[in-house]
């Protein structure tokens, strides 16, 4: 279920690439770059879904950026304190064996949320209804993606190593989210187009793990016919 979700949001995602390419000769670099950035703060959520919140909300309080009027809560410091603790609870799961494959499931609607709520924030547009549409389908559509990916990778890392290795997951995810999010502010077009890449990447694995089961189960229900 969780596979099949992540290739319907992955559809959405190309579909909408697909437009703004289409429009990409007729709007200025500021509206580019603001998508970019959505797209990258977004996908980044799917690695750990407060630190975004908090690096936004660091860059919001500090001047870094700019959040449409309705977002500036993120910049306050009574929000900036919750993704603060939010984030030490949610590394430090994620260091317990197995109990962080519980968090994957926990974190998937969060992290699209997130995704919806980062995308949403930056979003270049002057309709209310318009942002958070979009803010669903590219900014939750991409978190989901980069979420099942992670989750995947971990589930994998629990069978062959019965959880003793995956730290080495959840570091590598913990400090992705920090980098890739603080890039996403500076450099917001080059992570975007990281973050399109690696999410192709997964949904491609995906598919054709889904392709995979789908033959065996096949095989067997020849055999069983036998």
């Given at each position: 279920?969780?596979?099949?979700?992540?290739?319907?949001?992955?559809?959405?995602?190309?579909?909408?690439?697909?437009?703004?390419?289409?429009?990409?000769?007729?709007?200025?670099?500021?509206?580019i770059s603001a998508i970019a950035l959505g797209i990258g703060l977004?996908?980044?959520?799917?690695?750990?879904?407060?630190?975004?919140?908090?690096?936004?909300?660091?860059?919001?309080?500090?001047?870094?950026?700019?959040?449409?009027?309705?977002?500036?809560?993120?910049?306050?410091?009574?929000?900036?304190?919750?993704?603060?603790?939010?984030?030490?609870?949610?590394?430090?799961?994620?260091?317990?064996?197995?109990?962080?494959?519980?968090?994957?499931?926990?974190?998937?609607p969060l992290s699209i949320a997130a995704g919806t709520l980062l995308?949403?924030?930056?979003?270049?547009?002057?309709?209310?209804?318009?942002?958070?549409?979009?803010?669903?389908?590219?900014?939750?559509?991409?978190?989901?993606?980069?979420?099942?990916?992670?989750?995947?990778?971990?589930?994998?890392?629990?069978?062959?190593?019965?959880?003793?290795?995956?730290?080495?997951?959840?570091?590598?995810?913990?400090?992705?989210?920090?980098?890739?999010?603080?890039?996403?502010?500076?450099?917001?077009?080059?992570?975007?187009?990281?973050?399109?890449?690696?999410?192709?990447?997964?949904?491609?694995?995906?598919?054709?793990?889904?392709?995979?089961?789908k033959k065996k189960q096949a095989i067997r229900e020849v055999e069983?016919?036998?």
């Amino acid at each position: 279920m969780r596979s099949e979700t992540t290739i319907i949001f992955l559809i959405n995602n190309m579909i909408i690439a697909a437009s703004l390419l289409k429009i990409a000769s007729e709007v200025n670099i500021e509206t580019i770059s603001a998508i970019a950035l959505g797209i990258g703060l977004s996908a980044s959520t799917g690695f750990r879904v407060f630190v975004p919140l908090l690096v936004v909300g660091l860059a919001s309080h500090f001047g870094f950026l700019v959040l449409d009027d309705a977002f500036i809560w993120m910049g306050s410091t009574p929000a900036l304190l919750c993704f603060g603790v939010a984030v030490i609870g949610e590394v430090l799961t994620y260091y317990i064996p197995f109990i962080d494959n519980v968090m994957d499931s926990i974190e998937m609607p969060l992290s699209i949320a997130a995704g919806t709520l980062l995308m949403t924030s930056v979003f270049p547009s002057d309709s209310e209804w318009m942002k958070w549409v979009m803010g669903f389908i590219i900014g939750g559509g991409a978190a989901a993606t980069i979420q099942s990916g992670s989750a995947i990778s971990r589930l994998m890392s629990s069978k062959i190593t019965a959880g003793t290795g995956n730290w080495v997951f959840s570091t590598t995810e913990g400090v992705s989210a920090i980098i890739l999010s603080t890039l996403a502010i500076i450099a917001p077009i080059f992570v975007a187009i990281l973050m399109v890449v690696l999410i192709v990447v997964i949904l491609r694995i995906v598919y054709y793990k889904l392709l995979r089961k789908k033959k065996k189960q096949a095989i067997r229900e020849v055999e069983d016919m036998e």
